[in-house]
């Protein structure tokens, strides 16, 4: 039985760069949507540039700010600041359900593919854009990137650095509000086509990193609003928990134990059970929720020198079986080769662009009938331009044409 795609169909028209915005049609091109990504013949997406990423070298041909927002795709290179690329683009745009892009309005404006030039050519389109930080607004025209607007002026940055560092993190995580952002803007187009398939009508829709970020925040931002009191992250080793078993533990060999049982009732037993400390469950101190509440740093002590006695994969393969709930502090290589996320497929293998070992890539969040992903590597630049716009119906001569202008690779 071949893997569903629910995009199956629908052709989307791709004018970005980066990873936001592409983002989403690599979301959409894995729910079968036929994604056309649309590149500078010469340079290609800027990002193809990129040589590191979080201080780490890159491989130019196993390159994962590549391969993680554009697999699936097909690549067109045009050149749209001239009148000829301008031209094939619209050629374009007429077969398309959706346009996506993230270049800023005087871009848009300048080569000629703003909402109001495409919806000329097909008035029926879906003008999807990714902006730093809106498309309304005194700042409509100012750019920006994940670090700036996902993490660092949402607020995001500020509530994950504890307040004793004296200082601001820096993001760890390369593309962290991309991904997010993107997921979104896939979200929004698969709306806008139910809504244009009910009432005929296409609309526009416009994400931004700072939304995304504010909306991945929105508890906490609603709370702040509330109060005008901003939470931070604490420093490890500090706790402000009323809870015992609210709280990360460190292990005989330096890992890390999360607990995490929100509400102990009917939990209390077990979890003192599986941690040791059976005589637990009958001390006054801990044996209901208030007195265990009151004396929650006593048994913040306890249950830290029981977890410290014993190493991390102990801890890891003993509570599988305690009722409340509780994680192992990975980090995200671990997550790589963790037997519930291979399970439910969370990764894909494609073909390498260097014909070397398949490449692994993340599977989007969002899973249909329980079926793998199934997808191809990211398109080298301008690897399809010839094939698409024959499909379009453009002759050989025709091709050569505008190949010898400069329009197209």
């Not at 070992?357 to 793998?372: D, I, L, S, T, Y």
């Amino acid at each position: 039985m071949s893997v569903i795609k629910v995009m199956e169909g629908v052709r989307v028209l791709e004018v970005a760069q980066f990873t936001f915005v592409p983002a989403a049609g690599a979301i959409l091109a894995d729910w079968g949507a036929d994604v056309i990504k649309v590149e500078h013949p010469v340079r290609g997406d800027t990002q193809r540039g990129f040589i590191n990423m979080g201080g780490f070298q890159l491989d130019p041909n196993r390159h994962p700010l590549i391969e993680h927002p554009n697999r699936g795709k097909r690549s067109v290179g045009i050149d749209v600041s001239t009148p000829e690329g301008q031209e094939v683009l619209y050629e374009l745009a007429k077969t398309a359900d959706v346009f996506l892009t993230n270049y800023m309005p005087q871009a848009r404006q300048k080569n000629k593919f703003d909402i109001e030039h495409i919806r000329a050519v097909n008035p029926d389109i879906i003008y999807a854009r990714g902006s730093a930080y809106g498309d309304k607004g005194p700042e409509r025209l100012v750019g920006g990137f994940d670090g700036t607007a996902f993490w660092t002026r949402s607020g995001v940055g500020h509530a994950l650095t504890p307040e004793e560092l004296g200082g601001a993190l820096p993001q760890g995580i390369p593309a962290f509000g991309d991904s997010i952002g993107g997921m979104n803007i896939a979200g929004g187009i698969s709306a806008a086509l139910f809504h244009r398939e009910r009432t005929g009508e296409a609309i526009e829709l416009d994400v931004s990193l700072l939304s995304t970020a504010w909306w991945a925040a929105g508890a906490s931002v609603t709370q702040g609003m509330e109060t005008g009191e901003t939470m931070r992250s604490l420093m490890p080793g500090t706790t402000t928990s009323v809870n015992p078993f609210m709280a990360n533990y460190l292990t005989s060999d330096g890992g890390t134990i999360n607990l995490c049982i929100v509400s102990p009732t009917g939990y209390i037993r077990d979890a003192f059970e599986h941690l040791g400390l059976a005589e637990l469950a009958d001390d006054p101190r801990f044996c209901d929720v208030m007195p265990l509440i009151q004396n929650a740093e006593a048994g913040v002590q306890l249950i830290a020198e029981a977890i410290a006695a014993k190493p991390f994969d102990y801890w890891r393969q003993h509570l599988k079986t305690m009722k409340g709930q509780w994680a192992p502090f990975q980090s995200l290589v671990d997550l790589a080769t963790d037997e519930q996320a291979l399970a439910n497929d969370m990764v894909a293998e494609v073909e390498a662009g260097d014909g070397g070992a398949p490449f692994k890539v993340v599977r989007g969040p969002v899973q249909f009938n329980h079926e793998p992903l199934e997808t191809t590597r990211a398109p080298q630049a301008s690897e399809h331009t010839e094939i698409v716009l024959m499909e379009l119906g453009l002759d050989w001569d025709r091709i050569e044409e505008l190949k010898d202008k400069g329009a197209i690779a």
